[in-house]
């Protein structure tokens, strides 16, 4: 994952990482400019220098003790829409509003839900130092997903 980033944040720029916290912490020093690399244990070291101010990201540690994640949820729905709004390039509120049709609403959350699946891909990746040879899926092959 290292040689990604570091390519990533040398051709793309870090501001467009999106990170999603899914364990561990993330500790920014404001003293420093830099995160707390004595506190911060959800990210690999190569970011360490490339933000310029303490980057946003969407904190789904929450998820983890979740039985069943919904759009139902606010707080999934809202973490889910932090996601994709900018891999859909719209304003997050566009996502969520009311006015969204429920079918694009649908769209823009399987979205999201195959990013937040790759980013725990590449986490557990990092924390095994393997690709695993399957990825379990929460839900049985050819299972209905559930409704939003």
Avoid: N
Avoid at 58 to 81: K, N, Q
Avoid at 93 to 116: F, H, K, M
């Amino acid at each position: 994952m290292g040689r990604e980033l570091v390519y990533w944040v040398e051709h793309r720029g870090a501001e467009r990482l999106l990170i999603v916290l899914t364990e561990g912490q993330i500790v920014w020093d404001e003293r420093a400019g830099d995160f707390d690399w004595q506190r911060t244990t959800a990210l690999p070291a190569v970011l360490s220098g490339a933000f310029p101010e303490e980057p946003r990201y969407t904190d789904l540690r929450f998820a983890a003790d979740a039985d069943h994640l919904s759009l139902r949820d606010p707080r999934f729905r809202g973490a889910v829409a932090d996601v994709a709004a900018p891999l859909h390039g719209r304003a997050k509120d566009d996502l969520i509003g009311d006015e969204v049709p429920r079918p694009s609403l649908i769209r823009w959350a399987r979205s999201a839900d195959s990013s937040i699946t790759a980013f725990a891909g590449v986490r557990a990746t990092r924390s095994c130092g393997r690709r695993p040879a399957a990825w379990p899926s929460r839900r049985p092959a050819g299972a209905a997903p559930p409704p939003p």
